[in-house]
């Protein structure tokens, strides 16, 4: 059972952050065991004084982080740590500048609604040619530098507009949550090493075919649906690969490479 514990909501640490830190530390400790239901979000909610979206956010943090699981009509429960092979780590990109103690900041370019073509009614399995879906372009800086161009898609509500406060959390999954009503319980990340197109060069200030990463994320809900995909470009000279097993891959900041 989850003990109450300090979340400063003062902080400049977001609060969903600070929970999913907060679970993340009773899972390692063993306070929460592989197996062990989590309680339900209105209960979480309730102990810390926080909304409801606030606790899924917390939530799909762990699960992409292979932490916990959710299983479609029982409740969301501990995983158990796999050990018995190594996996390339794709870090969250954000969390990993702010670990170095950087200033991090998130520039978007564009925020808009668009038809889906070809591609993406293949990458959201969809077959209306009408489907409408949100699209946002944005950079993310450290210390002033740019450091990724991303490019994002979600299925577009039309009961939900596009507000500037859905926007605090410019990753994929708080997109995904912000603007939608499914919960992204799963996601799928694919490699590949490219160089610049013409775009993306000019907009991260690099020479014409400079070497980048380009990872393309896809977000799956219960029913493994697509419910959010991106590409985000990353310098080639600032970003590098890091094998882990388990749980603890989070403590080397392996992603980086800021030197």
């Not at 909304?51 to 939530?59: G, L, N, P």
């Not at 870090?91 to 073509?117: C, M, P, W």
């Not at 040619?129 to 800086?141: D, G, H």
């Not at 507000?163 to 999954?173: G, R």
């Amino acid at each position: 059972m989850i003990e109450e514990q300090s979340i400063d909501k003062n902080s400049v640490i977001p609060i969903y952050y600070q929970l999913a830190k907060l679970l993340e530390g009773q899972i390692l400790s063993g306070e929460l065991k592989p197996g062990e239901a989590l309680p339900t979000e209105t209960e979480i909610a309730s102990l810390f004084e926080i909304s409801r979206m606030t606790v899924r956010r917390a939530i799909s943090e762990l699960i992409a982080a292979g932490m916990v699981n959710s299983q479609q009509g029982k409740g969301t429960f501990v995983s158990s740590p796999k050990l018995n092979n190594v996996v390339f780590e794709l870090n969250n990109f954000n969390q990993e500048i702010k670990d170095f103690g950087l200033k991090l900041s998130t520039t978007l370019l564009g925020a808009h609604i668009v038809r889906a073509d070809e591609r993406l009614l293949k990458i959201f399995q969809l077959d209306d040619p009408n489907t409408r879906l949100l699209y946002f372009r944005t950079v993310v800086s450290a210390e002033d530098e740019r450091l990724a161009y991303e490019r994002k898609y979600i299925i577009y509500t039309k009961r939900k507009p596009i507000l500037e406060t859905n926007l605090k959390d410019p990753t994929l999954s708080g997109l995904v949550t912000a603007n939608n009503d499914v919960l992204p319980v799963s996601t799928k990340k694919v490699l590949q090493v490219s160089v610049t197109t013409k775009e993306e060069a000019a907009i991260l200030g690099l020479g014409g075919n400079a070497p980048v990463f380009v990872v393309e994320e896809t977000l799956f809900d219960l029913e493994n649906k697509p419910v959010g995909w991106s590409k985000s470009i990353y310098r080639g000279d600032r970003y590098q690969l890091t094998g882990y097993d388990g749980w603890l891959r989070k403590d080397n900041h392996g992603g980086m490479n800021l030197g």
